[in-house]
């Protein structure tokens, strides 16, 4: 254990075509609503923590915090993750005692919100945009085609992973596609990026989420269930989609993953409840083969056999994912605040009895992960 | 209405831009570990030396994977659809490309088809491309 506990967790009132949201608005609302679950208000936080932009200073001079606190780490949308992880370190260390972690994102109706093109004289503005890189769906898809190759992934098995989602998402009020859909619907929704189709990349949506994050000795004095920091990890490869060490695999996800489950001192074996980021659909695949859940080459037959659906033996992405749910440009909050939801016997498609959750997140393309592996109990 | 991405060079990668203007791919290797690698930066990614030289690689690759893009990045909305790939040199590194000389389908694209490079123009820069290897010249 780490000795932190997560003792608020909420998402903004809705997620999905919120034009009435800054991307700054939806921080404080996340942010508010985490407070509210708390049972505290923003005198009580010392600590902030959040991407840029707004970044760590706009949302706590927003909210009226004065922190002796701060963290801006941006490294795409697993940021998050490792914001609890640097803020149980500051709790530890007596730096902080209650961190404020947001996200906000008006990534689909883009109200004030920044744009991304990268500079012509970076190293991907160099050697990879002139070569009609248009996001990340032309880009962080790459590398599916010599994974298909090497281990023998079918179009339709990668289609399933979208099937198996959607059977979550039906399941949550929440989520922006909730309509079950089969392996030809995926076939036959339009090419994005060969071999993408549209429904194996992520949804663009606006909302937010938000935590509060403090010491395990006060897990008594909070209205919700506390939700124990077990371990935590953090890892980079490349900002290059193309400078990937090994096609088949994230190098990041594997060091993340494979040190927070060392922290918690956990198998996989003792896991009953699993978030990866689904940008797309590869990246479950990629998940579940770095934390070690199946050899490689085999997690997309995992994913076709059902385990990973409701029913199945490792309930994955069970609020619906980036593919269903929701997905606003940084997804990692939201796959943390269903893990929370999920030890506190409160999510949507409620998995039944979770002791431990693991959550992998990813940031830019391959480019970092963050990994946490969250607990009912202390152990 | 904007055009197709070209890149500004910096000090550190002027040497690859100007031998891609010579005709050359010009790729660097650390002379104490001897591991070629790209993209260009003043220190070797495999021992951390500083000690690295620019050497003119063979042209010569692999496809290692690609996606054809149905979403086409300002510029290249007559491209559509294109392929966007990785190609494996022979000495080692690789590099994102797009494949010109064939159509750009699943069918005439297979991974570990051989290329080799070939320059085209844009703007003031002479950007590496690929084509298979059999075709002509």
Redesign the interface.
Known sequence: MTGVIVAGAAETDQVGRLPGHSTLALHLEAGLNALDDAGLTTKDIDGIATVSAPGPVQVAHALGITPRWLDGTGVGGTSFLLHVRHAAAAIMAGQASTVLITHGESGRSRIGSARFAP???S?Q???????????A???F??????YM?EHGLTHEQLAYVAVAQRKWAARNPRAMYRDPITVDDVLAS???????HLLECCLVTDGGGALVVTSAGRAGDFPRPPVHLLGAGESSETP????LED?TESGAFRRAGQAALREARVTTADVDHLMIYDAFAHLPIYGLEALGFVKKGEAGGFIADGNTEPGGRLPLNTNGGGLSYTHTGMYGMFAIQEAVRQLRGEAAAQVGDVGISVVLGVGGMFATSGALVLGRDPR | MTG???????PQ?QPFWDGCAAGELRIQRCTDCGRPYF?PRPVCPACGSRRVEWFTASGEATL??????????PG?DN?V??A???VELAEGP?????IVGVPNT?EHLV?DMPLRVRFER?GE?S?PMFEPAGNGR
């Open positions: 500079d012509p004289s190293m503005g160099q050697f990879e945009a002139p070569y009609g890189v248009a996001g769906p032309t880009a898809t790459i590398p599916a085609l010599r190759k339009r090419l994005v990026a060969y071999p993408f290059l989609i193309s400078q096609f | 197709k991405a070209v890149p500004v060079p910096t990668t993209y290692h994977s690609y996606v054809i893009s149905h979403r086409p990045a290249f491209d659809p294109y966007i790939a990785v690789r590099m994102m490309t797009n699943p991974l844009r820069i950007l």
